[in-house]
């Protein structure tokens, strides 16, 4: 039964998907087969390259910055204390809201005199306001801020996780032998948090390449198509333009690149390992 369910619920629509990628049509009458032209239209096309670049930006800088900050606070906060509790508590608070509510949050810390530009007043650094998601030169970039602080606290809750997995007594022994924190934390913990930074990988990499609601809620993958992504270009092109085959090709090219991303990272740790 639960099989059954799989593939009723997640198989059967992704292999529509695949073929849909090979037809044109806008969801009503039959779909009219066209081989692979949705993909050569896709490298033609200016807004796909742009999404794709961005999807790039997005997964180096949402991945990258979450991971690092979230290990940061989870080695910060993985220790007894008062108010420890608390701490872990507010990171994490923001991943308990939805990713449009989150959106509409940070739109409005965005905005002309609020938050952030009061900040930057009291501050004395008023000339470094800007209009941050009408710039087509920083929309992405301040979406992706947003992206990070949701982000930042799951992460850090898996490393907590680990870290709480892993042999004090070898870090004892490193003490003793002479090593520095930061030796006894690369050469002694990070060993033990292999099977956790696989998981954080292949859930950041997928996160990254189906993180929607945020951009969508924020800038609608504007200005000028600045901050479109595959998953807000691919809406667009389904459910504005009313072009499904075209939509289900950027489909296939979001789960290449998840798929691509996640067995090349498999190898290499393979590898590493041998």
Not at 127 to 141: G, K, V
Not at 158 to 166: E, N, P, S, T, V
Not at 213 to 232: C, E, K, Y
Not at 234 to 262: D, H, K, P
Request: hydrophobic share 55%; net charge negative.
């Amino acid at each position: 039964m639960p099989l059954a369910v799989e593939l009723a619920w997640v198989f059967w629509p992704a292999a529509n998907s695949f073929s849909l990628a090979f037809t044109r049509w806008n969801g009503i009458g039959a779909a009219e087969p066209v081989g692979t032209q949705n993909f050569v239209d896709l490298a033609s096309d200016p807004i796909f390259r742009t999404a794709l670049t961005n999807n790039v930006i997005w997964v180096v800088g949402f991945g990258g910055l979450s991971v690092l900050g979230g290990l940061a606070l989870a080695v910060a906060l993985n220790k007894p204390g008062r108010g420890i509790g608390l701490y872990r508590s507010a990171i994490y608070l923001p991943m308990v809201v939805s990713m449009a509510v989150t959106g509409l949050f940070w739109r409005v810390m965005y905005q002309p005199g609020g938050p952030i530009s009061a900040g930057l007043d009291v501050l004395g650094l008023g000339s470094l306001e800007r209009q941050w998601l009408a710039d087509p030169d920083l929309a992405l970039y301040a979406v992706l801020v947003a992206g990070i602080w949701r982000q930042v606290g799951y992460i850090m809750v898996l490393y907590l996780a680990g870290l709480k997995g892993c042999d004090a007594s070898l870090e004892e022994a490193a003490s003793v032998d002479g090593a520095s924190s930061w030796q006894t934390f690369w050469h002694v913990v990070m060993p033990q948090l292999k099977g956790v930074n696989m998981v954080v990988f292949a859930v950041t990499v997928i996160d990254s390449l189906r993180t929607f609601d945020l951009v969508w809620a924020m800038t609608r993958g504007g200005p000028f198509n600045s901050t479109q992504l595959l998953s807000t270009y691919m809406f667009e092109q389904a459910f504005t333009a009313g072009n499904l085959g075209y939509a289900s090709a950027i489909a296939v090219v979001i789960f290449v690149l998840a798929i691509g991303f996640i067995i090349t990272y498999l190898a290499r740790q393979a590898r590493a390992e041998d």
